[in-house]
């Protein structure tokens, strides 16, 4: 998605061959840990694209300043007026469309010498697959090794469940494909002796209660492994997924839960979005 106007006559002069990176997240009403992993985010992402001459900035969509607005002005009294805007965020949804169409609208009013280019989100994609993996990996499974699971399971033969919860949405428009096809991706990467399910946080279906039933009832799992898809700790994590785990333990007492951390940074993570910033930036 690109949204331009021509640059003004008066517009500031670029540094030649450089070019701005607008990371922007959704953002964080509490806590510290969105703020701090996304200016680290931001200060990794700078050195994998310094040499490709870009100067990479943070906003966020709503609750943590700078705005789009605001980044975007950043880059362009430094003499930044071409930029890609690389929504920080896991599947498509109103975040992407609605939302980011009328931040880059208000950038635009504000600063008409910019051109603005928009990268896709994430979506579902094999290194975040692989990340999830890890997570799973790290939570440990009585000491097994990742082969022998997926060729021998436990030592009981039930499979091992893994339940992938998004943040819940609002949005009756949402279809959550994107959740399903990471779930059917991640499923297929850990191989038939896992049972994967999704859910989102809260907010509706798919609920952290329909993804237990199809691991407990359908699958026969004795323990589920819960990996938080979200990048950073924060409320819904402690409040919405962790709160949702303590009512299913309940409802199911003879069936283990645990829970992985987030995503966080990584250099998996990094990497992928430098490659959909350049891709966007070349035509790809």
Sequence with gaps: MTMTT???KNGAVPPEGEWGV???????????????????????????????????????LEFIQPD????????????????????????????????????????????????????????PDPALVDIVVGRVLEQGTAGLSFDRLRTNGTDSGAPIGVMLVKAGTRSQAEDHLWLFKMGSMLGERLGSRYAVAVA????????MEEAAVELVEKQGVSAVTC??????????????????LET????????????????????????????????????N
């Design 248 to 283: 299913l333990g309940q409802k199911y007492p003879n069936v283990g839960f645990d829970v992985t951390p987030t995503l966080g940074i990584e250099d998996k993570l990094v990497e992928l979005t430098a490659r959909r910033v350049l891709d966007s930036r070349n035509g």
């Design 200 to 207: 989102q946080s809260h907010f509706g279906s798919p609920t």
């Design 68 to 123: 789009l607005p605001q980044a975007v002005g950043e880059l362009v009294s430094e003499g930044c007026t071409d930029i890609t805007v690389m929504p920080f965020l896991l599947g498509q949804g109103t975040h992407t469309t609605d939302d980011l169409e009328e931040e880059i609208a208000r950038s635009l009013e504000v600063y008409p010498q910019a051109r603005i280019k928009a990268s896709d989100v994430f979506g």
């Design 22 to 60: 607008v990371l922007l997240a959704h953002g964080s009403q509490r806590g510290t840990h969105t703020i701090d992993g996304l200016r680290e985010m931001v200060s990794r992402l700078q050195v994998r694209l310094a040499g490709n001459r870009a100067r990479v900035r943070m906003a966020c």
């Design 6 to 8: 021509e640059r003004g």
């Design 227 to 244: 990996v938080p898809y979200i990048f950073f700790p924060g409320l819904i994590l402690t409040r919405n997924i962790m709160g949702g």
